[in-house]
């Protein structure tokens, strides 16, 4: 008898520490309010209504007006983008802008996918929602949510939607696609108080997705999406039924980083690493840390006083088209820095760029996007950095991504990485650079995950 309850006692046990552990992996959060004054009494309306991009000849001739009295600085000799946007190579984008380029054209193009809006935590929050126009006999849509980042937007994602709504293949998967806008970027309004960070706006996309009556779905990230979805993932593991980014920098690096990151050049199969690893992390540490400092000023400034640079971004339109349009250089290719145009229209239309700045430029987000920054580092310690990531987690490697994340260190964080794809091509703004190739490892991956589950 005392044999029995012994063993009773020890399985008792196990069990109680493995459901404990598994609660201690699910994020906590509460109900927030980000709208003007006092959480109102009345109930809080609920419904989605549609929104449309709009413009007005006030708001081009206001813009032309700044323009135009925009005052030039010439680039010093042989300096490229090497000290940020040069400024020969910006005054032919300006006069683009000023002269050939068409908002309006640019506007009908963003309306080409439904928009909407509705209200959640007293902010409206914008989404575009695409459902596919065919559905193939014995299957049904699956619905993904994709998350962009900073200087980006939902725009991001435009040339993605199409193969995943109505891909040409067959064989592909046929996806929902919802796209909202983080709040304090583009037409989704900006939280009026303080502490809106990734886990607030993780919080509310999960609101948004179940009034649109989804009980589970996938996600997609990059940039502060890879962060937002990541919450989402701690956040409700059960509603979110795996997890794709393409950027995965370690949130707390811990000894089996930082040993792998000083013994992997001499021992690389002892951590995993790749001919790829060693090629991105090495030859020296040295570059990795002035790469760092090279690329990382405008995150200091952000992360601390963004309403003091982010105040004369948003009242020059041609300052902010600089801060924009440099990130979109270098952070595609390193060696774009080198090149006196910065390599923009290599891998982006001038069109498609500077859509993107005016989605900031009118809706004056310059200042709350970048105050997202000082939100999420000011909590550095925030439960979410501990928690681990359960769920099927897929990475696409880019190769000129900012910072190379061997896989080793992303199971740090997703325990659950069912897949770690070395892409051909493409930097940080891989959904917009490279949309074939993203929607193709977005595809392989949730057909394995489909897969499993099927099983």
């Known amino acids: 008898m005392f044999t029995e ?109 439904p928009h909407f809006k509705t209200n959640i935590e007293g902010i409206d929050v914008h989404y575009v929602h695409v459902k596919p126009k065919q559905i193939p006999d014995g ?11 900073w200087p980006g937007s939902f725009y991001e994602f435009y040339g993605t939607i199409p193969l995943l709504t109505e891909p040409s293949e067959r064989q592909s998967l046929v996806f929902e696609v919802v796209c909202p806008s983080i709040p304090g970027y583009g037409y989704s309004e900006a939280p009026h108080k303080k502490g809106f960070d990734s886990v607030c706006a993780a919080r509310i996309f999960h609101k948004l997705m179940r009034r649109l009556g989804f009980q589970q779905f996938y996600a997609h990230g990059g940039d502060w999406g890879w962060l937002v979805t990541t919450n989402m993932a701690q956040l409700e593991p059960k509603t979110v039924k795996a997890l794709h980014v393409n950027f995965a920098p370690p949130s707390k690096p811990g000894l089996t980083v930082t040993l792998s990151l000083l013994l992997g050049r001499h021992f690389p199969k002892l951590f995993g690493f790749t001919s790829v690893d060693l090629e991105r992390l090495y030859p020296c540490l040295e570059k990795l840390f002035l790469e760092s400092i090279k690329e990382t000023g405008y995150m200091h400034i952000q992360a601390t006083k963004p309403d003091t640079a982010g105040r004369a971004l948003n009242d020059s339109p041609v300052g902010l088209a600089a801060y924009i349009l440099e990130k979109f250089s270098t952070w595609t290719s390193q060696d774009f820095r080198n090149l006196v145009d910065g390599g923009l229209t290599r891998k982006f239309s001038l069109d498609d760029l500077l859509t993107n700045v005016m989605i900031y430029w009118t809706t004056g987000c310059i200042i709350p996007s970048m105050r997202f920054y000082k939100e999420n580092f000011s909590r550095l310690d925030s439960p979410h950095v501990k928690i681990p990531v359960s769920v099927p987690t897929g990475f696409a490697c880019f190769p000129n991504e900012l910072m190379h994340t061997p896989k080793l260190w992303v199971q740090q964080k997703f325990h659950n990485l069912l897949t770690y794809t070395h892409m051909t091509r493409g930097g940080h703004f891989a959904a917009m650079e490279e949309p074939q190739l993203m929607v193709e490892d977005i595809n392989n991956f949730i057909k394995k995950v489909e897969k499993m589950k099927a099983q």
């Open 5 to 113: 309850v012994l063993i009773g006692l020890v399985v008792g046990g196990i069990i109680f520490l493995v459901v404990l552990r598994r609660k201690s992996h699910v994020l906590k959060t509460e109900d927030g309010w980000w709208g003007v004054g006092p959480v109102p009494d009345d109930e809080q309306d609920t419904t989605t209504y549609p929104f449309k991009v709009t413009t007005s000849d006030a708001e081009l001739e206001d813009l032309n007006r700044r323009i135009d009295q925009t005052r030039p600085v010439p680039s010093l000799e042989d300096s490229q983008f090497n000290y940020g946007f040069n400024s020969e190579y910006l005054e032919k984008v300006v006069s683009y802008w000023r002269n050939d380029f068409d908002w309006r054209r640019q506007v009908d193009k963003l309306n080409k996918y």
């Open 139 to 149: 299957t049904n849509a699956i619905p993904l949510i994709m998350v962009h980042g």
